[in-house]
């Protein structure tokens, strides 16, 4: 069965430091990946995506993630966190090319960042 | 920007209730989802919808039901309430017509059921 698995629930980063979130799937082919941030109270907002080409995609708000087949990842990375990045992060992946009702965006349980002042 | 807007930010229901919680989108999009979230357990899929009429079940669709009547609408009923259906739900809806998977989501802002 097709899995998200985001391992860390909970990171805590100063604020100007780099962060990075870890996420890994179980696929057989390539997935589109996505990565999304919920601030507190709102639904969730799309960061930056990956379908193919070139694997170290950019996003909004300054953040970016690298896809790399061999290890099944799809990691966040941003240089230097902003208190306004303090939220929660999702990545999600549906199977390349499936269809109909067999269609589904499988989401990681998240990850909880909190910046330090 | 695609405007995703859910009725209700906050609703409180007894057990046994009858719950509607509406969803409307502007942007003409195809589809539309419903999702629960709960603390753990990430987003989970209740149902979704690919058209007009048209409703697929997702992960956990016990206990809901959904009416897309039309395009831009997307109603997620609970037809008798219960307590273990407490939670956050998010509505979100996709350009992408059916068989083309490439589409990201757009979210609303979320209904945070509560049923006592």
């Known amino acids: 069965a097709q899995s998200v698995t985001q391992p860390d629930i909970h990171i805590t980063v100063s604020e100007g430091a780099s962060l990075e979130l870890r996420c890994n799937y179980s696929y057989g082919a390539t997935p589109y990946l996505f990565w999304y941030v919920q601030s507190p109270g709102q639904g969730l907002q799309l960061l930056l995506k990956y379908f193919s080409g070139d694997t170290l995609v950019q996003g909004i708000k300054g953040f970016e993630a690298e896809f790399k087949r061999s290890q099944s990842s799809f990691n966040l990375r941003k240089p230097s966190v902003h208190w306004s990045d303090a939220a929660e992060y999702f990545c999600a992946v549906v199977l390349n090319g499936s269809g109909g009702s067999n269609y589904k965006l499988t989401f990681g349980k998240g990850t909880l960042l909190t910046v330090n002042p | 920007d695609v405007k995703v807007t859910q009725s209700s930010r906050y609703l409180v229901k007894r057990t046994g209730e009858k719950v509607f919680l509406e969803c409307v989108q502007d942007?003409?999009?195809?589809?539309m989802f419903w999702y629960r979230q709960d603390p753990g357990l990430g987003l989970r899929l209740i149902y979704f919808?690919?058209?007009?009429?048209?409703?697929e079940k997702g992960d956990i669709p016990e206990g809901y039901s959904v009416s897309r009547e039309k395009k831009e609408r997307f109603s997620l009923i609970l037809e008798s309430a219960s307590t273990n259906q407490t939670s956050m739900y998010l509505c979100?809806?996709?350009?992408?017509?059916?068989?083309?998977?490439?589409?990201?989501?757009?979210f609303g802002n979320g209904t945070r059921l509560t049923v006592t």
């Open positions: 919808s690919y058209d007009v009429k048209m409703k």
């Open positions: 979100a809806s996709s350009l992408a017509p059916r068989g083309l998977y490439n589409s990201p989501l757009h």
């Open positions: 942007m003409d999009h195809e589809n």
